[in-house]
C-alpha cells in the first residue's frame, strides 16, 4: 500500500465573464509538473495536476499503549499493518511492556519480546517511557542502560521532535495518585533544545501521561511556559481513551490503545485499537486514526480465510 498522502486542495481559479447575461466560465492553462509525463489537451479527463508531493510534507505513524493488561497479538498485528502502510518512521507514547519493579528474568523476557516485535518493522521506531516501562525509582538504571536517554529530541525537516519523560521521577505521587512530572533537570534540558530550536516551523511532543489534565503540580505549566506562543501539537497516551483537548490555537491528544487494555466500546467512547498517521503539511500536522481492524493486506480474501483457519484450529485445540 501507498503512503497515505495528504490531498491538497488547490482551488482552481474561475474567470467569471458577463456574457449577454450569462456567466462563462474559464480555467487557467494547466500546468504540468516537471517529474510527471502526461498527454496534455485542450481538455483532459482530470481536475487538475497539483500534485501531493510537496517535498518538506512526510508521514508517520503514532503507536498507544501496549500493556496494562496488554491482549496478546494485537501489537504484533499492528507492526505488519505499519509495514504494509510504510511510514516514514514510527513513534510511541509509552506503556511498551507490563514492566517490574525490579530487573530481573521476568522484565528482560518482556523487553525481549517487545524488542523482537518493533525490531521487525521495516522504518526506525522512536521509544518513549510510560509508567509501566519505569514504574519505580530502581527502573531508570535499567531504562538508562537499555536505552541510553529517557528524553531526547530530533529535527527533521524542520519539524522539531521531543520525547519526554512523563515518569521523573516515576514514583512522584499527589494525594494517592500519580499524575507524572517532569524534573527540573528535564525542564532544563528543554529550555535549552526550545532555544536552539526556536526557527523551527512546528514543535510535536510526545509524552505518556497527558499532563495538562493534572495541573501545576506536574510541572506541565512550567513546560508551557517554554513552549510560549510556537506552533505545536502535542500526543500523549496512558488513559487508554482518546480525548482532544484544544488549549488555544494548539491541540493536545491522549490516544486510545494499540493492543492495551481496552473495553474496545468504538470510537464514541475512544475505545478502540488504531495507529495513527500523521502528515506534515505547510500548515501544520493532518492526523487519520487507522483502526486496525480495518487494514488489511493486498489479499484481503486470503488474509480472511487464514484468520478463519487459526480461529478453527485454536477451537479444535482448546476441546
Do not use: C
Not at 151 to 160: A, G, M, Q, S, W
Not at 223 to 230: F, Q, S
Not at 265 to 291: C, I, K, Y
Request: glycine share 8%.
Amino acid at each position: 500500500m501507498k503512503s497515505v498522502r495528504n490531498r491538497r486542495r488547490a482551488a482552481v481559479a474561475f474567470t467569471l465573464t458577463l456574457l449577454g447575461g450569462a456567466i462563462a466560465f474559464s480555467r487557467p492553462a494547466t500546468v504540468v509538473p516537471p517529474e510527471l509525463a502526461i498527454q496534455l489537451d485542450a481538455k483532459n479527463p482530470w481536475t487538475n495536476l497539483n500534485l501531493a508531493n510537496q517535498p518538506n510534507n512526510f508521514q508517520f505513524a503514532i503507536v498507544s499503549d501496549r500493556t496494562g493488561g496488554h491482549r496478546p497479538g494485537i501489537f504484533e498485528s499492528a507492526v505488519g499493518k505499519l509495514n504494509l502502510l510504510q511510514p516514514e518512521f514510527v513513534m510511541s507514547v509509552g506503556d511498551l511492556i507490563e514492566g517490574k519493579s525490579k530487573p530481573g528474568p521476568e522484565l528482560e523476557s518482556q523487553w525481549q519480546e517487545f524488542d523482537d516485535s518493533v525490531h521487525r518493522l521495516e522504518m526506525p521506531f522512536f521509544y518513549v517511557p510510560g509508567n509501566h516501562d519505569i514504574p519505580a525509582d530502581s527502573m531508570i538504571s535499567d531504562w538508562k542502560q537499555r536505552f541510553g536517554r529517557s528524553y531526547y529530541h530530533f529535527v527533521y525537516h524542520n519539524v522539531l521532535f521531543m520525547m519526554l519523560n512523563s515518569e521523573d521521577p516515576p514514583s512522584y505521587t499527589i494525594a494517592g495518585k500519580k499524575p507524572g512530572r517532569m524534573s527540573d533537570e528535564q525542564l532544563a534540558w528543554a529550555k535549552q533544545v526550545l532555544s536552539e530550536n526556536d526557527k523551527v516551523r512546528w514543535t510535536i511532543l510526545f509524552i505518556h501521561k497527558p499532563m495538562w489534565q493534572y495541573g501545576p503540580l506536574t510541572n506541565w505549566d512550567s513546560m508551557e511556559r517554554l513552549l510560549g506562543d510556537r506552533p505545536r501539537t502535542v500526543f500523549a497516551g496512558h488513559h487508554h481513551r482518546y480525548v482532544v483537548n484544544k488549549m488555544g490555537p494548539h491541540t493536545y491528544y491522549a490516544l486510545a490503545t494499540t493492543g492495551g487494555a481496552s473495553k474496545l466500546l468504538g470510537p464514541a467512547e475512544g475505545s478502540f485499537d488504531h495507529v495513527t498517521w500523521v502528515t506534515m503539511t505547510p500548515q501544520g500536522p493532518r492526523l487519520a486514526n487507522l483502526m486496525l481492524d480495518g487494514i488489511w493486506t493486498d489479499d484481503p480474501v486470503g488474509e480472511a480465510l487464514g484468520k478463519a483457519e487459526t480461529s478453527k484450529a485454536k477451537a479444535e485445540k482448546a476441546k
